[in-house]
């Protein structure tokens, strides 16, 4: 069965940097597109970025162009999350999700798989 297992959460300070990464298995790694999304207590599940098959493609929310990078190995079936630049309002649950198709798709509901996710607590 497919699996996705994010590792690489924590607590930071304010303007420092984490590196997520979710490694896949199960699934044909390359021939799926790969986001990742996340949730603050209270509030509903956003979109933080994706990346297509490739790698070519990347789409990534407002919030974070500029701040935070998503990237791929194919050769080891992981996809990253480097954030830096870090600040309180990205405190919440990060959770990457895989689906089979060839963009980097920006909705929740275009994807088929999903992590159980890993925390990122940035203090002020």
């Known amino acids: 069965q497919v699996q996705l297992v994010e590792s690489g959460g924590g607590l930071v300070q304010a303007g420092g940097s984490l590196r997520l990464s979710c490694a896949a298995s199960?699934?044909?790694?390359?021939?799926?597109?790969m986001g990742w999304f996340r949730q603050a207590p209270g509030k509903e599940r956003e979109f933080v970025a994706a990346?297509?098959?490739?790698?070519?493609?990347?789409n990534y929310a407002d919030s974070v162009k500029g701040r935070f990078t998503i990237s791929r190995d194919n050769a080891n079936n992981t996809v990253y999350l480097q954030m830096s630049s870090l600040k309180p309002e990205d405190t919440a649950v990060y959770c990457c999700?895989?689906?089979?198709?060839?963009?980097?798709?920006?909705?929740?509901?275009?994807?088929?798989?999903w992590g159980q996710g890993t925390q990122v607590t940035v203090s002020s």
């Open positions: 999700a895989a689906t089979p198709g060839t963009a980097a798709y920006i909705r929740g509901s275009s994807y088929r798989y």
């Open positions: 199960g699934l044909t790694f390359r021939n799926y597109a």
């Open positions: 990346i297509n098959w490739s790698g070519a493609m990347t």
